[in-house]
């Protein structure tokens, strides 16, 4: 039976975005292009749960060593390595092969990590790299599919992130293949604004829950990642080149406001 229980992210601002977290036994998919944060906002998510509610957390990377993704983890703010020592976290780095193939063998190698834990939360960095196990794409979604399952067989609440091969461009959820299996997807973009390059965050979905809908700035700290503010006057935010909307243009040429009736 599904959980109403929410679990925080260990990012204040998302959450309220959320309608205060992830809902328990879910999983959320993060999705954006290089260097936007996407393993940051996991890893969020894993030390909340073993440092605040002491929930034990697995990490597996396909992509990067343990080494550096402990000191990732400290440019943030999280000291993931007393975590690992304390046993709340566990950082696994393996292949996609092999833990896709043995995360559907019963005694496989995730069946052991959660026996081993007691994991409750689980960041899987990253899913795209499931594309080297077959470039069929009906195959890749029964892969996909099979995969997501067996994190839910464990009732862990996961996050998963995603390359985005855009990084500016319309949002359209069709473009984010896995996104029916999951329960909630956050996107990432990279957004052209004032002549600097600033980053906006958006939930595109979130399964049988009210979220804002709002796109917001976050920023990237020696303490943790912020989620600020709506871009409240401006448009087209997600296609990279936002605009000012049609007053605030009006008055920046002109320098007053446009009177009733011109």
């Known amino acids: 039976m599904s959980s109403v229980e929410r679990v925080s992210t260990g990012i204040g601002g998302l959450d309220q975005m959320l309608g205060g977290g992830v809902f328990r036994g879910s999983v959320t998919l993060i999705k ?13 998510f894993i030390a909340e749960g073993a440092r605040v509610h002491e929930e034990p ?43 896709y193939r043995e995360a559907q063998r019963a ?11 007691g994991a409750r939360r689980i960041l ?29 067989r464990h009732d862990l609440t996961a996050f998963v992130t995603q390359e985005d091969v855009e990084i500016t461009g319309e949002v359209s959820a069709a473009q984010h293949g896995i996104s029916y299996l999951v329960d909630t997807v956050i996107l990432l973009r990279y957004v052209e604004l004032d002549s600097s390059i600033r980053r906006a965050l958006l939930v595109l979905k979130q399964r049988a829950s009210q979220h804002d809908r ?4 976050y920023v990237i700290t020696g303490e943790g990642i912020r989620v600020g503010e709506p871009f409240a006057d401006r448009e087209g935010i997600l296609s990279g080149t936002p605009s000012k909307r049609g007053l605030e243009a009006f008055m920046e040429v002109f320098g007053k406001k446009p009177r009733t009736g011109e």
């Open 32 to 44: 954006g292009a290089p260097g936007t944060g996407k393993t940051g906002f996991g890893l969020h």
């Open 124 to 152: 899987v960095d990253s899913i795209s790299h499931l594309e080297r196990v077959t470039r069929d794409p009906i195959a890749l979604r029964e892969i996909s599919y099979a995969f997501i399952n067996s994190l839910l």
């Open 57 to 99: 957390g697995i990490v597996v990377t396909f992509e990067q060593f343990p080494h550096k993704m402990i000191r990732d983890a400290r440019s943030i703010g999280i000291d993931l390595s007393d975590l690992e020592k304390k046993g709340l976290v566990k950082l696994v780095f393996t292949s996609p092969e092999v833990f």
């Open 214 to 217: 709002s796109i917001r700035e």
């Open 107 to 117: 005694g496989g190698i995730l069946d052991a990590l959660v026996h081993e834990t």
